[in-house]
């Protein structure tokens, strides 16, 4: 079945330092990648959605600026945390789908801590 | 846009009980309804899926859910539930373009021995 990597796990990082995590589909070409963010026994909050070649879409409120997304190829797109403060402290997970794929596979999930 | 609410944010139930897990969506479109669940620190992992066809679908793990359109529901049911169950569990919805997948706020199942 479709797997998806999200690397790393778990992460914590300096208040001002830049984070990248990483989201692999391993055994399909994903032609679209969504970021999501969760707090604490909180539903996942659509930060973007990315297609391979292209600029991501954000969603309202969420700062492009500070939330570097790139998406080079069908199997790999990237999240940086840019000049990271401990309030961007949280779950951020990935997903990927396909245009025959009809649902999301999920990463795993990164744990941001920012000290 | 759609949007989906889960009506109990938690549900407390003894083991081999059955459980329910309410979903109900609104959306002005045809839509895809998905059920996820997700154990602590990890992504989320698909239960089941109803894309067209019988409203009735089985998933992983002995679970079923039945598409209800007048009702605009989607619920979760288990006959039997086991302690490895307890998990957060999270009802999406997508748009039929596989876009624009929305959450619940999800509901917290919690099985007791």
């Known amino acids: 079945g479709a797997v998806v990597s999200q690397h790393p796990s778990r992460v914590i990082c300096k208040s001002g330092t830049s984070v990248k995590i990483e989201c692999r589909s391993l055994d399909f070409q994903a032609t679209t990648m969504f970021w999501y963010r969760q707090f604490p026994k909180q539903s996942l909050m659509l930060m973007a959605t990315?297609?391979?070649?292209?600029?991501?879409?954000?969603e309202q409120g969420v700062e492009k600026d500070k939330f570097l997304i790139n998406h080079a190829s069908l199997t790999l797109s990237t999240l940086t945390v840019t000049s990271a403060h401990p309030e961007d402290s949280s779950f951020y997970i990935c997903s990927a789908t396909t245009a025959t794929n009809y649902g999301y596979t999920f990463g795993s999930g990164t744990r941001l801590t920012v000290v | 846009a759609q949007s989906v609410t889960q009506l109990d944010s938690q549900v407390p139930v003894f083991e081999e009980a059955p459980v329910e897990l309410r979903c109900n969506y609104s959306?002005?479109?045809?839509?895809?309804l998905f059920w996820y669940v997700q154990y602590p620190n990890q992504g989320l992992q698909l239960l089941l899926k109803?894309?067209?066809?019988?409203?009735l679908v089985k998933g992983i793990n002995g679970f079923e859910a039945e598409f209800n359109k007048s009702q605009t529901s989607f619920h979760l049911r288990k006959p039997s539930v086991h302690i490895s169950d307890t998990a957060e569990y999270f009802c999406?919805?997508?748009?039929?373009?596989?876009?624009?997948?929305?959450f619940g706020a999800g509901t917290r199942l919690t099985v007791k021995p």
């Open positions: 109803y894309l067209s066809g019988s409203t």
């Open positions: 999406a919805v997508s748009d039929r373009n596989n876009n624009d997948m929305r």
């Open positions: 990315s297609n391979e070649g292209s600029k991501a879409t954000y």
């Open positions: 959306s002005s479109v045809s839509v895809y």
